[in-house]
Structure formats: structure tokens, C-alpha cells
């Protein structure tokens, strides 16, 4: 989510807009844009009513020119809301859901709170349905944005698909199978493990691959799912841990599984679909707004294995298909979740949104 925030950014600078980011002091996001030379405040904390925060936005508004907020977390809107009320000001409020939440937030003070947004936007027709259900906001006022890639950055005709086999010395007659995500309860490594037991069993030209790392406090689960590797397919796998290179580390792949049980969104996936990879995913909410089932890729039953082993052995057989749904899958990432066509269509709800108040 952080790294969205910065991506985002990047694309409204590269079209003259002026942007300036707040966020928690020492965080990734923090110490990357300023890195980029990026305008960046900081907050020391993101209590829900945090009064120095509130205080510093006061601040920040006060001395500077802005035209509008976009916030991309709803803990934010308890320091925002409350700055934007004290100083009594118009300003467009903009709030991304990327998150789902359960917990019903339609009391007196939710109210206020998200009244004062303008409009919403959700990353998948789950989220905006989660959105309307737990929130005070109205359907009107919940659009449909989907998280985007570059697909210039995310192209198979750029990539180094050589070097990175080579470096992890995988030959050009082995297909490598590979997932991507954080080392973290509910992302499927389990079920891809065991998959990919069976199908080693099956195949001698086959090798894994598990691209990410561990999520701060889940440093243990990295090291069960290693153990767990190392004990059913310890030759044929693949930890390449956290990688910059995104694009060329999945160009090396033959396929690409997405086995998380629940996601908002799936960034991954459509980063893959984009290097042309064929995939295979989890019919989970998220993954049902980017995958076409049978035409970008297989779908298979939530944390069935078994299912997911059916599935990758299909694109195994058959090279013929694996290229078909890379081709179908890059398509539809350049029509729906193109980064470049989706930030127009918010710069033009931004601009919708300031001369409204004008």
C-alpha cells in the first residue's frame, strides 16, 4: 500500500502536478521519497486521534497552497477530518480503500467523520462492496479504481529472462513455477508447497520458485515454510528473497501461481499477466476482478491443493496454452489495469472535484 502511494505520486509529477506527501516518520515510504527528492512531511505516530498529528496537518494547510487531500488509509480520516473541520475549509477530501474491514462503522462519530469525504474509491467491486456495507458512505459516492501498473516497466520484450535463469541456474528445457508474496499466514505458500510436491513427483523438468520475505513479527513463518520446502522438495526449490528487479525475476518464470486465500487486490498478479505469464490463482474475491478463468488463466478452488496441482498440470502439457494466456493475460492488464489510463481518469476526478468548490 505504501509503495502504491509512491508509485501514484511519481505518475502525478510526471504530468506537472504538484504533490506533497504525508506520512509516518522513518517509514519505508518516508526514506524512498526522499530519496527521489520527493516532498515529504512527516507525523510521529497514526493514532486514530492523534492531536499532534492533527496540529501538524493544521499547520501544512495553513502555510501551503493545496487544492485537495487523498489519503489511503481510514485510520488517517480521524486526523484529517478533524484538521479540515477546526480550520473550516472546502478542500476535496479523497479516500482510497485498500482493505477490506468487517467491523460495521456506521455510529455517530463514523458518521462525521466520513461525511466529510468526498468521494471513495475501491480497488476491487469486493472492497467497494465491503465499503458500502460497513460504512456510512453512499453508492454514489464509492467509485471503482483499480490498482494499475506501468506496463512500459512491466514488458517482455524488456526484460533479462536469460541472466536471471542463469543465475539461478535453471536450464532452458525446465519450466520454473513461481509465486510471489510476503512470507505471511494466508498467502497459500502451504498449498503451493504441497502442489508443488506432487508435481515434482510427476516431472523431472520442473523447478520452484518463491520470491519475498518475511513481514516484520512472521520472521518464524518464513522459516516453517522453508523447513517445510526443505523437507519435500529440497533440490527443486527456489528463495530468492525480496527482489527489486520485479520485472526480470518474473520474466524468468514459465508460470505464475497466486494461491492467496483473501486479497483486496492481487498487484502481483497482474504484474505477472503483464510479463506474459500464464497463472494460476484462487478464486478468491480480488483475484475475480483481474483473472478471466480458461482465457488468462486457471482458476482453482480456494486452498485445494489438490486443485491447484489439476490446474499448473494443464499449462505443463501444454506450451501452446501457457502462451495463449500470456498473450490474452498482458491484454487485458494493458486495457484494465493500465497505470497510465487510470491516472487520467483521476486526475480528471480531481479536477471534477476543485471546481466544484471554486
Avoid at 283 to 297: M, P, R, S
Avoid at 331 to 347: A, G, Y
Wanted: one cysteine or more; charged letters at 25%.
Amino acid at each position: 500500500m505504501e509503495m502504491y502511494t509512491l508509485t501514484s505520486v511519481k505518475q502525478l509529477l510526471v504530468r506537472n502536478v504538484q504533490v506533497e506527501i504525508l506520512c509516518l516518520r522513518d517509514s519505508t515510504l518516508f526514506n524512498k521519497a526522499k530519496r527521489e527528492g520527493i516532498v515529504a512531511h512527516t507525523i510521529k505516530n497514526d493514532n486514530y486521534l492523534n492531536l499532534q498529528g492533527i496540529l501538524k496537518i493544521i499547520s501544512l494547510l495553513q502555510n501551503g497552497k493545496f487544492d485537495l487531500i487523498h489519503t489511503q488509509a481510514s485510520r488517517d480520516l480521524w486526523q484529517l477530518v478533524p484538521a479540515l473541520k477546526i480550520i473550516n475549509t472546502k478542500i476535496p477530501l479523497v479516500f482510497t480503500k485498500q482493505v477490506g474491514s468487517f467491523i460495521i462503522k456506521k455510529d455517530f462519530l463514523h458518521k462525521i467523520i466520513y461525511n466529510r469525504i468526498n468521494i471513495a474509491f475501491a480497488i476491487s467491486e469486493a472492497i467497494k462492496q465491503n465499503m458500502i456495507d460497513t460504512t456510512p458512505l453512499t453508492p454514489e459516492k464509492v467509485l471503482l479504481i483499480h490498482n494499475c501498473i506501468d506496463v512500459n516497466k512491466f514488458d517482455p520484450e524488456k526484460s533479462h529472462r536469460a541472466e536471471v535463469r542463469n543465475e539461478f541456474k535453471v536450464g532452458e528445457s525446465e519450466i520454473l513455477i513461481g509465486m510471489m508474496a510476503r512470507f505471511s499466514p494466508g498467502k497459500g505458500h502451504e498449498e503451493f508447497l504441497a502442489a508443488a510436491k506432487s508435481l515434482n513427483d510427476k516431472y523431472d523438468n520442473l523447478k520452484f520458485m518463491i520470491v519475498g520475505k518475511a513481514s516484520y513479527r512472521e520472521e518464524n513463518y518464513e522459516k516453517e515454510i522453508k523447513s517445510l520446502a526443505s523437507s519435500s522438495i529440497k533440490q527443486n526449490i527456489l528463495f530468492p528473497g525480496f527482489r527489486e528487479d520485479t520485472a526480470d525475476i518474473l520474466s524468468a518464470m514459465d508460470i505464475f501461481v497466486f494461491p492467496s486465500h483473501a486479497e483486496a487486490f492481487g498487484i502481483a498478479l497482474i504484474e505477472a499477466m503483464a510479463m506474459e505469464l500464464p497463472t494460476v490463482s484462487a478464486n478468491a474475491e480480488g483475484v475475480l476482478d483481474i483473472t478471466v478463468d480458461k482465457e488468462t488463466g486457471f482458476l482453482f478452488e480456494n486452498k485445494n491443493a489438490g486443485d491447484l496441482s489439476e490446474k499448473v498440470t494443464k499449462l505443463i502439457d501444454s506450451k501452446e496454452k501457457r502462451i495463449a494466456f500470456g498473450k490474452k493475460g498482458r491484454q487485458r492488464v494493458r486495457d484494465k489495469f493500465n497505470l497510465d489510463i487510470q491516472t487520467k481518469k483521476v486526475l480528471e476526478i480531481y479536477s471534477s472535484l476543485i471546481s466544484g468548490i471554486e
